[in-house]
Each structure stands twice: as C-alpha cells, then as structure tokens.
Nanobody
C-alpha cells in the first residue's frame, strides 16, 4: 500500500524559511528517487512542477527557480524526505507534494502541504 504523508507547510513572510517533511512507504522510498513537486494556485494537477529531487544514494537536482534557496535531503532510516526552504518568495506559494521521480511511477498523490508566502 502506497503512503505519502506531507507536513510542515504554513504561512510565512517573504524571506522566511520552512522545512517540509514527507513520510513514504518503505516499498517506494527504498527503490526510487524522491522528489518535491508543487502545484501553484489555480493550476491543474497535471502542471505540478518538480522543484527538487534526490536519488537513493543522495544525488540531488533542483529547478532553476529554487536553486540556492531550497535543500532536499532524505533519512533512509525513517523513510522520510525533507525540503528545507529559505529566502522564500511569494511565487513559492503552492501546495507541495512528494512523489517518486520520474513522475508516473505511482498514480497515488498524498494530500500535500500548503505553503503560503505573504506579508
């Protein structure tokens, strides 16, 4: 059974920080690279943007829009992937989801966690 549970979102002022967490089922976490995707307000689910990914051995990749501000990490002992977000901007406002990379390895998406950057 697939499990993806995101948490850690909230309301933060521009320039602030948040750290997101995602607990995944072991069957997914141990086999696949994991990514954080975000869905901007009003955008359909098909337009979820991959912002960061991490392989099973720790290699990371970032979208240009977040490079230098976001850091993805994983704790293999806890089946958990994290996204530390610094210097947040209003355009980072979105619902953030974790899911395997590449997209489509599972049809299941968790409930996501809302991040709102506003003064």
């Amino acid at each position: 059974q697939v499990q993806l549970v995101e948490s850690g979102g909230g309301l933060v002022q521009p320039g602030g920080s948040l750290k997101l967490s995602c607990v995944a089922s072991a069957s997914i976490f141990s086999r696949f690279s994991m990514g954080w995707y975000r869905q901007a307000p009003g955008a359909p689910g098909t337009q979820r943007e991959l912002v960061a990914s991490i392989s099973t051995y720790g290699s990371t990749n970032y979208a240009d829009a977040v490079k230098g501000r976001f850091t993805i990490s994983r704790d293999n002992a806890k089946d958990t992937v994290y996204l530390e977000m610094n210097s947040l901007k209003p355009e980072d406002t979105a619902v953030y989801y974790c899911n395997p990379v590449p997209r489509g390895l599972t049809n299941y998406w968790g409930q996501g966690t809302q991040v709102t950057v506003s003064s």
